[in-house]
């Protein structure tokens, strides 16, 4: 076929292919909705969640913002864009030459909005824009009242904004317009009609010139026959570079000839799709168990977004690039014998590290940062009823704007629930020394706001877990699929002894490849007021010099302010223990200890690569597991604003040198948790939920057990619950 | 009034003080129910847990063991006692001449109950009796089909057996019939008949040399007025030393003259005593939740003792010195696609050590060794249904022989549970990128086993938590009341600087004094047979020195076996990171991983004590946070077999040097969970629960993801619940 008809007809298959494989979840104008034969059955969509929610963009038409953090409506994402399109020099370019690639509130001053009181008029409201046009990044910020333009800047830091999905989508199938790849795909034994291909930041490694002045993106295919799981069917060693603005392919690159395409078998996961997965006879007999609150859920959610649960108030929002923020997060203790305290001001993923560990020509660039580079909100699709959150959850949407800054809903993008899974808030039982009569115990019920990310193959389930106690744990889940890399061996007895496979063998020609995750938390807290102090309290071994006793060593907490940014780099030394505090150095409990915060770390993990290994010099917010930096409403994404592509000159590690006072201001705590991931068997084809957390719990903020007046579970209250008669 | 008409005065208080302090749960012949004014308000009695399970000893009498790891029955312990009293020199001596430290199964050797299997006849029935008579503890396995005496040795070792609680409850009271304590007392202010003391052992420091020969205990006292909760009203600095086996009172010393017994106000706990505690008009609504099985649990405990649930058996007893053991545990993959395979033989808490960070006087010896010194599931008070135990638990009842070798039964010491709070077992997926509609999700229901031991002031929850992946998650949760000291400071303001404090000031005059846990576990796994061997797999930093690509660094994993046990004593270092595997090497999976399990630590912490101070050297077992030994019927008890005054020389540490082989051989691993607790106000006046874990996860042990097959929830499979009409 002559070329020019064959380019055509290519075109034509990747639009059906677009059609094929799109699905109307976020109304986009150009998507409709199709059927395609991966379509999982989802069997609650005839039963949508209960309680009051918009449930579609009519809904949330109506809304009117009613705090001054309420995220930006629908109504004022299309102001903004008509602002926008009669800017110049937007106003004067084709509406398709341009992309916006932000749109969120820009929140008012944190002075202003700590005076703010229910009833009192917002402050003018502000939305932050980041578009692209003609390669140039445009920051600008819009007055939404007065419908002007009031800061207009372009952007001169290295580094690009965050992808839209629109070009994410786009991207993957631009190979298909390139002969030299269409022939590889087909010398490598997959049919074009079974191509999936992913979006894959190439991080930076300045190396290229066009590495500073192109925005890149790798896209790698796999193929879809005989399993939704493509994932686990790599076209090995086949990777694409396009350039994201003229949606062109700047080079193809193979080197996987001669490794095998990994087979489909064993690796659906999709519930109908897959008759291994239907009840054998084999299978166990797992009774139905459920969380029940027959009397309804104890949380409201006032005009959408202040969530209040027993002893906690905060305010809820979906964010397209941290997924979710909890905000103006205030506690008391349970007797509610005073006034609601402040503990944090603003939580949110501020930004994911995530570096593959090999280091050749497929696979080397691969370090991702989740937030920045795909928006971990952009990528957290709706969750599930009765599986992602319980059927006692109630739903909170988002509201983003598209590339063309059409607003959409993310539905069901937050699930809020309370959980009690059988856990104790506190017991004493008088043992049988005393013998006396005595057993108290008082259940724990916390409240949990989940979000799930999928960005590509992985999962990211981030909890923020409040409790009664006054413990806010931030937990984080990784499932999902993991990156496989294919490869020639079958079995681990034909790989020859020298050589790396950077991974484990997971199934036949199937290698999952070691990595780590890092996700930080910027976490603005705010105890009982703005002027704070970070304190370490070092646990040391004193001698017992004195004679008095025969014990010789002991355990001393000793306090030490960090007065500048560098005292409070903190990295974990099991043999060197310390406890990390946020306190209010004005603000004594009754006998005088000051009030605070403290962090608890669980389950982490450091990053170990070469600090000038320029992946780590973008990442260098994991340098440390701990900062501590003084609040500055310019540094709030860890590895900084523009993060595609960047350089790494504007981390939270470089802000952190300046070595700023930190005694007594107001003071932002960045925490890093970190994963590492060395694959097993069982994550083939699809992984159990590994999970790790850390608590913010109080530190002499209540002048005593703040739960001791949470009463008991009386077999009175609970329910009489009998079989769906339906069922 | 005259010396002795005043000290039959004084006996006749006590006697009248043990009658109603004590509370007829243990069933001890000598024990009475009785009311008292701190008997709590237990509002459950009267709804026994449902489920089949016996109530009382009588039920008990007829049971007959069924598995060669059921504990003794009532008759093996009735028969085991008979033998013993008629046995020289046991049979000539008084009754209550020699007491009975320890009457246990004698477990059957390893390699026979490997064999054993159900219908099987059981093996001889054997009982380990640990007496103490003259001082001297003899050491006994008994044979009660024979009714004999098959090995009888005098412990030559340092150290004695485990108390009894007949004379820790007894030895509290003999510091009243020694005059110059009573008038102590009173200079203190406090009324003798508001006297509540504690038996808290003393350890053993080598300086007299009494602490070699002579059982030895101290005893401190506290104020019962105004409140339950004595243990926050120290009469500081008291302590008397008394001989546990003449009982009589050796020194008494008071340092605290001068430092007033705190006040009573605000350390109430009880629910019905405590005003504060009702419903004010301030706390929060928590409507009612719970966790609803309306068809039932899914497990079942077979002959008593073997559970059954998912894709998991084993197991499960009480025993008094450990609290739970769980053996014979096996897996499978939750599609049943093959047999069940072994996992763990035998896991249970070995020993624990709980050193307190004061060297003075009155507090330098507080250096528990909880589970040798007290019996940890001696101190497991029954459980709480629907407080400690959600609806839909199970109890499990502990049979032990009390000091005279009597049998009594303590009810509903362990429950077991399914547990659901809305976790996810997996999830995918497909996001905006690729426009799949796939939304796959999977809930996590997991299995739990609780016991919770309240070592006097403390309370420690054991949950062995048994997951569908494969995961067997070892849970402590801390809670109960602080041991705190007594001091003459109401304020910081008034602590003279250089004064150390050893705690944190909680409450006027009331510091809570810093402290470690440490709870070690034995886990003699056995992964697919017993042969196995550890495996460090250390990730480790590699340069990329190939100028293929620009990445400078990445991690690569090392695997190293330990041959000997040195290279099995393990330190964490967040820098040096590492999985730790138990492999099979003689067993692969399809693609030729050998099949193992790992272990995940959690938060923990480390022992800083010097190695040379006497607590240290008898906790040695803390040096390490693993340890690999070869297996021993002998080595199970990490302190030693008699820990109490035990001078450190038959530890795990000590074991651990003989450097032994661990290479392909049937292995034991012990972990140990620390924690670091520096107390807080919120601890005072009784604390919320602490909590941290550690996993046994497979590595490569499953061929593929255990759990693909579980099904999602379904509405129709979720039961119609309404309020309790009674309600």
């Not at 937007?90 to 341009?98: E, H, Q, Y």
């Not at 305010?315 to 305290?341: N, T, Y």
């Not at 690569?609 to 990442?619: E, I, V």
């Not at 900084?640 to 802000?655: C, I, K, M, N």
């Amino acid at each position: 076929m002559e070329a020019r008809t064959l380019r055509l007809s290519f075109l034509l298959v990747t639009a059906l292919l677009l059609l094929l494989f799109t699905r109307s979840w976020i109304h986009l104008p150009y998507n409709t909705p199709s059927e395609n034969r991966f379509q999982s059955n989802i069997p609650n969509i005839k039963n949508p969640p209960k309680g009051p929610k918009p449930n579609s963009i009519d809904d949330h038409n109506a809304r009117t913002p009613l705090h001054p953090l309420d995220p930006l409506t629908v109504q004022e994402i299309n102001r903004a864009r008509s602002i926008l399109y009669s800017y110049p020099p937007f106003s004067s370019s084709p509406p398709n030459s341009f992309t916006i690639h932000s749109l969120v509130l820009q929140e008012p001053h944190k002075q202003l909005v700590l005076k703010w009181k229910t009833g009192d008029p917002l402050f003018p409201r502000r939305a932050s824009l980041i578009a692209i046009l003609n390669r140039q990044s445009h920051i600008m910020t819009l007055d939404l009242g007065s419908e002007s333009v009031i800061r207009h800047e372009i952007s001169s830091s290295s580094g690009f904004p965050t992808m839209t999905n629109e070009e994410m989508n786009y991207v993957t199938s631009v190979p298909l317009t390139d002969p030299k790849f269409n022939r590889t795909v087909r010398s490598r034994g997959v049919d074009l009609t079974d191509l999936a291909c992913l979006p894959i930041s190439g991080g930076w490694f300045g190396v290229k010139e066009e590495e500073n002045t192109r925005r890149l993106i790798r896209v790698q295919c796999y193929s879809l026959q005989g399993t939704s799981n493509f994932y686990m069917r790599p076209i090995e060693g086949l990777t694409v570079t396009v350039d994201l603005d003229t949606k062109q392919v700047v080079e193809v690159s193979d080197r996987g000839r001669g490794i095998p395409i990994p087979a489909a078998a064993n690796t659906e996961y999709v519930y109908n799709q897959n008759t291994h997965m239907t009840k054998s006879s084999n299978s166990p007999r797992i009774n139905p168990i459920s969380i029940e609150q027959v009397k309804g859920p104890s949380f409201e959610i006032e005009n959408g977004h202040m969530v209040k649960w027993a002893n906690w108030e905060f305010h809820l929002k979906a964010d397209p690039r941290a997924g979710v923020i909890i905000s103006r997060a205030m506690a008391r203790d349970f007797a509610g014998s005073v006034a609601m305290r402040s503990v944090l001001y603003k939580g949110m993923t501020s930004e994911l590290f995530v570096p593959y560990m090999d280091p050749t020509e497929a696979w080397y660039f691969k370090t991702y940062m989740d937030a920045g580079e795909y928006g971990f909100g952009l990528q957290a699709m709706p969750l599930e009823p009765l599986n992602d959150c319980p059927r006692n959850a109630r739903f909170v949407d988002g509201v983003f704007a598209a590339a063309d800054g059409k607003p959409y809903v993310r539905e069901n993008m937050i699930c809020v629930f309370e959980s009690y899974g059988g856990e104790i808030g506190w017991r004493h039982s008088e043992s049988p020394i005393t013998g006396m009569g005595i057993r108290e115990v008082r259940p724990k019920v916390t409240l949990v706001v989940r979000m799930a990310a999928s960005v590509a193959n992985y999962d990211y389930i981030v909890d923020w877990e409040f409790q009664m106690d006054g413990i806010i744990r931030v937990k984080v889940g990784l499932s999902g699929i993991l990156m496989v890399k294919g490869t020639p061996y079958d079995h681990m007895n034909k790989v020859p002894e020298q050589e790396e496979l950077y991974g484990t063998l997971l199934s036949e020609n199937v290698i999952g490849v070691i990595h780590d995750h890092f996700v930080t938390f910027y976490l603005d807290m705010d105890i009982d007021g703005l002027d704070n102090s970070f304190v370490k309290v070092n646990l040391e071994r004193q001698q017992n010099s004195g004679s008095e006793t025969p014990r010789r060593s002991y355990l001393k907490a000793n306090r030490r302010i960090a007065k500048t940014e560098k005292e409070a780099q903190i990295q974990f030394k099991l043999y060197e223990p310390a406890e990390y505090h946020v306190v209010n150095p004005s603000k004594l409990t009754r006998v005088g200890n000051p009030v605070g915060y403290k962090v608890v770390p669980r389950a982490t993990a450091a990053s170990l690569l070469d600090h000038d290994d320029p992946p780590q010099r973008r990442g260098a917010f994991t340098n440390n597991q701990i900062y501590v930096t003084p609040y500055n409403e310019s540094e709030q994404w860890a590895g900084g604003l523009f993060v595609y592509q960047s350089h790494g000159e504007d981390t939270l590690a470089v802000w952190s040198e300046r070595d700023r006072d930190i005694e007594n201001k107001d003071i932002v705590l960045w925490y890093t948790l970190g994963f590492h991931h060395v694959p097993c068997q069982e994550d083939f084809p699809i992984m159990p939920v590994v999970s790790s957390s850390f608590d913010l719990k109080p530190v002499n903020f209540f002048e005593r057990n703040p739960i001791l007046s949470v009463p008991p579970n009386f077999e009175k209250d609970l329910p009489v619950c009998k079989a769906d008669a339906s069922a």
